[in-house]
């Protein structure tokens, strides 16, 4: 019996530390038919920095989760 594959969603959260690798994997979960909906959470600030990229996701119907970062001193805290 097989069964029919049910689509994903796929959430890329953190920093923006190497652009040109998140590109490539986007356009790698993009072009997979089993991949119903690409998120990227990240904070305010990266959307701010990079805005160009960002209205290249929109367009591609990338959603876009961000809130502002928040002020720990200990970098272990952004993670949580």
Known sequence: MK???SKINVV??????NKKNLIKTI????????????II???TEEVNKNKIL?????KRNIELVSEK?????IPF???Q
């Open 3 to 5: 069964f029919p594959m």
């Open 12 to 17: 890329i959260t953190g920093q923006l530390k």
């Open 27 to 38: 356009n790698n979960f993009y072009k997979a038919d089993f991949i119903n909906q690409i």
């Open 41 to 43: 959470s990240t904070w």
């Open 54 to 58: 960002f209205s290249l996701f929109k």
């Open 69 to 73: 970062s928040p002020n720990f001193k």
């Open 77 to 79: 805290f952004f993670q």
